[in-house]
């Protein structure tokens, strides 16, 4: 078992920075590749990004990249979200999830093992 706790989450105006924590505990992080997804008001939960076991590989969602950037510490247990250039079509509950399968490009949620509960950003504009 891992539980996976999400920090970070807020209110920020448009163009604006947020960085998302998704801390781990009860497993080595290493173990795990790991993964970000958000669900907006009314949709399905979307993937957002994911990263590799030892952070050596990273794939995102076309309406992200460029702007958020995946990245994470082993050492620390934590994964992180950096999001630039907000937008409010961002504005969702975050959610880190961890899978104990390797590779990158895997982007369904059906994938991931564990899950965190969540953390809100909203995108005024």
């Known amino acids: 078992q891992v539980q996976l706790v999400e920090s970070g989450g807020g209110l920020v105006q448009a163009g604006g920075s947020l960085r998302l924590a998704c801390a781990a505990s009860?497993?080595?992080?290493?173990?795990?590749?790991m993964g970000w997804f958000r669900q907006a008001p009314g949709k399905e939960r979307e993937f957002v990004a994911r990263i590799s076991r030892l952070g050596g590989g990273t794939y995102y969602a076309d309406s992200v990249k460029g702007r958020f950037t995946i990245s994470r510490d082993n050492a620390k247990n934590t994964v992180y979200l950096q999001m630039n250039t907000l937008k409010p079509e961002d504005t969702a509950v975050y959610y880190c999830?961890?899978?104990?399968?390797?590779?990158?490009?895997?982007?369904?949620?059906?994938?991931?093992?564990?899950w965190g509960q969540g953390t809100q950003v909203t995108v005024s504009s």
């Open positions: 009860g497993r080595t992080l290493s173990n795990f590749a």
């Open positions: 999830a961890a899978d104990l399968n390797s590779g990158v490009e895997i982007t369904s949620e059906r994938e991931y093992d564990y």
